[in-house]
T-cell receptor, first 113, second 114 residues
Framework: ETGVTQTPRHLVMGMTNKKSLKCEQHLGHNAMYWYKQSAKKPLELMFVYNFKEQTENNSVPSRFSPECPNSSHLFLHLHTLQPEDSALYLC????????????FGPGTRLTVL | GENVEQHPSTLSVQEGDSAVIKCTYSDSASNYFPWYKQELGKRPQLIID?????GEKKDQRIAVTLNKTAKHFSLHITETQPEDSAVYFC?????????????FGSGTQLTVLP
C-alpha cells in the first residue's frame, strides 16, 4: 500500500496495557498529524509534527504520547487508557511547501476494555 | 480557537437530484477550506478545497462556494449517484507557523437513493 500506512488496523487492549500505533508516509511530506475519530463527533486533532518537531498538542491527556523519529514515521504510544478512548485513530501527512492537502491513513480501530 | 458547524447531519436525496451541505466557521483568520469524503470503513479523502481569495470552485459535479463576510461555505453535488453516498466533512484552517491545523465539522451522512 502506498501513501500513508498505519499499523495495526485493529487493536484491543486492556486499561493496564501499553501499546503503540505506527504511521508511515511514503509521500515525501514534512508534516504529520494524529487525529481521533469517535462516533458522531468531529475529527479531533491531537498532535502536529513539522519536520520532526511537535508544534501542537491539543490538550491531549498524557496517557497518549507521540513520537516522531523522522519525517516519514509517527508513533502514538498508549498506556493506562480508558474505555472512552476507544475510537478510530487516523494519521495524516502534508507538505507545507507546495500545498495544504492532508492525506489520511486507513486508521487504527482501537477498543479499550 | 476555530469552531466549525456543519448542517445537516443527515441528508437523503434521490439519484440525479442535487445535494447541498453547509458549514460555518468562527475564526476570520481561516483561509483554507477543504471538503473530505469518507466512505464506510475507509479513510477520509479530499474531494475539493477552496482558498479565501476565491468565491467559487468547480470540479465536474462538485462545487464549493465561500462567503467570507458571512463566514460560511457550502458543498454542492449535482446529478447525485449512489456512489456519492458517504460521510462528508468540511474543515477550516489557518497556518499558525508552518503546518496547517484543520478544524473539522461534525460530518454529514449523505444517502443517495436509487
Amino acid at each position: 500500500e502506498t501513501g500513508v500506512t498505519q499499523t495495526p488496523r485493529h487493536l484491543v487492549m486492556g486499561m493496564t496495557n501499553k501499546k503503540s500505533l505506527k504511521c508511515e508516509q511514503h509521500l515525501g511530506h514534512n508534516a504529520m498529524y494524529w487525529y481521533k475519530q469517535s462516533a458522531k463527533k468531529p475529527l479531533e486533532l491531537m498532535f502536529v509534527y513539522n519536520f520532526k518537531e511537535q508544534t501542537e498538542n491539543n490538550s491531549v491527556p498524557s496517557r497518549f504520547s507521540p513520537e516522531c523519529p523522522n519525517s516519514s514515521h509517527l508513533f502514538l504510544h498508549l498506556h493506562t487508557l480508558q474505555p472512552e478512548d476507544s475510537a478510530l485513530y487516523l494519521c495524516a501527512s502534508s507538505t507545507t511547501e507546495t500545498g495544504d492537502t492532508q492525506y489520511f491513513g486507513p486508521g487504527t480501530r482501537l477498543t479499550v476494555l | 480557537g476555530e469552531n466549525v458547524e456543519q448542517h445537516p447531519s443527515t441528508l437523503s436525496v434521490q439519484e440525479g437530484d442535487s445535494a447541498v451541505i453547509k458549514c460555518t466557521y468562527s475564526d476570520s483568520a481561516s483561509n483554507y477550506f477543504p471538503w473530505y469524503k469518507q466512505e464506510l470503513g475507509k479513510r477520509p479523502q479530499l474531494i475539493i478545497d477552496i482558498r479565501s481569495n476565491v468565491g467559487e470552485k468547480k470540479d465536474q459535479r462538485i462545487a464549493v462556494t465561500l462567503n467570507k463576510t458571512a463566514k460560511h461555505f457550502s458543498l454542492h453535488i449535482t446529478e447525485t449517484q449512489p456512489e456519492d453516498s458517504a460521510v462528508y466533512f468540511c474543515a477550516a484552517s489557518w497556518v499558525p507557523g508552518s503546518a496547517r491545523q484543520l478544524t473539522f465539522g461534525s460530518g454529514t451522512q449523505l444517502t443517495v437513493l436509487p
